[in-house]
């Protein structure tokens, strides 16, 4: 079990891949974040790791432009306090050298501060294939063996099914479970975060969420960009692997699984993988791919004019899924996840459709639909019938809406990764990954990837950049339940009136 306790002097922190572009704009304006907010002590030696030469002076010019300030000028001194306690090894992460040094350099500090219980964060921002060279030397040269070690991996666990299992072979015997957090930064993210209390913590909705109540599930992934020159690597990876193996199931398995005993980390994770392994596989007739091709307007290139992709490439930058969960809260309710880049918009979004309500005194009335925003513009609302106000007996479609924007204006919300990494200094798993998860989902997705990146791959349907996606969708939601109402113009009011969305997909 996790001890729980949280470290608020004396931490050592390494970053390793300091400098990169996740380390850069995420990891350490989150450690940042931290520290402004008062949860990362000022006594925190936070130590960058990376093969390039640099000074420390070199990565806190790096570091600094990347740090959010919403307090001004009293963030401004913060900031310098911050980037002081920043230093920089650059060294290889195969060799013994530059851990050697590395270790030195925290051997001093822990002297220095009369640390006898060392408490030391490994936060591994590598591609994978340094993570196993860098896990090895941290046991060998630099692990806590008198204290507590926690080991931060960066997704993705692996490329599949096998090699997911080959590196948890090889991590397990360095770390336990308790030392490793594999992080997905969605599980971070507030209205994540938020779900298991919306669900539980309402008898309403509670009592509502299941077979006998709701029409269908959706959860949308939309970017409004391309590849951007990166088409080479996402060539390897597509959409599937990209964000729906990973962020779209943590957040489908906390939308379906059953009532934890207790917040308990390994209560909330049990139940997580409980409701894995009641999913059916996944059905290779029941998908909807897509790849995008140069805009109606010819100013943005398809996915294949990217120089770096294969011309004859069926990478899938769309993907539409079906999934059934064989339990008897959800037998028979569709669930889609749907994920693609270059289109309309960008949001992430979970719909619960309910029910039509019976007939008699009302005639095609809409359906309820409770609508989770995870981002931008972080909101919850439910679409209520209305009577229209007035003398008019007519109904209309209105939302009660809580749009955290305007409920929790004085509210600091962390950021993704600034939650996540406090979780990791107190020792708390709840929102990482478990390893049998891991195992039960890429058994999921597996087969899937081997039938679209086999020989007898499907052609992705094309859709234009800046379109909803291929033309097919609307038609794929439909056969899976959801109802396009025909008050299909009903406006949410995102923040301010001239930002409305027509709420209908």
């Known amino acids: 079990m996790s001890t729980h306790t949280e470290f608020k002097e004396n931490t050592v922190v390494v970053v390793f891949g300091a400098s990169g572009d996740l380390s850069k704009k995420k990891t350490f304006p989150a450690l940042f974040g931290l520290f402004r907010e008062g949860y990362l002590d000022s006594s925190t030696k936070i130590i960058g790791y990376a093969r390039s030469k640099l000074t420390d002076e070199d990565l806190r010019g790096k570091i600094a432009p990347n740090l959010k300030k919403p307090n001004g000028a009293k963030d401004d001194e913060k900031a310098e306090q911050f980037l002081k306690m920043v230093s920089y090894i650059s060294g290889p992460y195969d060799e013994d050298q530059g851990f050697n040094t590395l270790r030195t350099e925290i051997e001093e500090y822990e002297k220095q501060k009369g640390v006898e219980e060392p408490h030391r964060l490994f936060y591994l921002a590598l591609p994978p294939s340094a993570f196993m060279p860098v896990a090895n030397n941290i046991k060998k040269l630099v692990y806590a063996k008198n204290g507590i070690t926690r080991v931060v991996v960066e997704k993705p666990f692996g490329h599949d099914l096998e090699s997911s299992r080959e590196l948890q072979r090889d991590l397990s015997p360095l770390f336990t479970e308790d030392e490793l957090f594999r992080i997905d930064h969605y599980l971070g993210k507030e209205l994540v975060k938020n779900l298991l209390l919306l669900r539980f913590g309402n008898t309403f909705l509670n009592a509502a969420w299941n077979k006998e109540n709701i029409q269908m599930i959706q959860i949308s992934f939309k970017e409004p960009f391309g590849t951007e020159g990166r088409g080479g690597y996402f060539d390897e990876i597509g959409i599937i692997r990209d964000v729906m ?56 290139p398809g996915y294949l004019d990217d120089e770096t992709v294969n011309p004859d490439s069926k990478c899938v930058t769309f993907a539409a899924l079906g999934f059934k969960i064989r339990n008897e809260r959800w037998d028979g309710v569709p669930i889609v996840m749907r994920a693609g880049k270059a289109l309309n918009e960008g949001k992430v979004e979970i719909r619960v459709q309910f029910k039509a309500v019976p007939s008699g005194i009302f005639k095609d009335i809409p359906h309820n639909e409770l609508v989770i925003r995870v981002q931008p513009n972080e909101a919850i609302y439910l679409k209520v019938n209305s009577k229209t106000p007035g003398l008019s007996t007519t109904t209309q479609v ?36 478990r390893d049998d998860e891991l195992d039960v989902s890429w058994k999921l997705f597996t087969p899937l990837l081997n039938f679209l990146e086999g020989p007898d791959a499907p052609q992705p349907e094309l859709y234009a950049y800046g379109s909803r996606g291929p033309k097919h969708l609307a038609e794929y939601l439909e056969k899976h339940k959801y109802v396009f109402e025909e008050q299909g113009l009903y406006q949410w009011p995102v923040s301010s009136p001239d930002q409305s969305k027509v709420s209908k997909m």
């Open 398 to 433: 209105t939302e009660l809406d809580l749009t955290y924007a305007k409920r929790y204006k004085n509210y600091w919300i962390p950021e993704a990764y600034e939650a996540l990494i406090r979780d990791v200094l107190k020792g708390v798993h709840s929102n990482f990954v």
């Open 245 to 300: 193996q990973n962020h779209l199931l943590q957040i489908l398995t906390l939308l379906t699984m059953e009532r934890p005993v207790s917040f308990d980390p390994e209560s909330v994770r049990d139940e997580k993988v409980r409701v894995l392994k009641a999913f059916a596989p996944i059905d290779t007739n029941d998908i909807l791919t897509g790849q995008y091709t140069k805009s109606e307007d010819g100013e943005k």
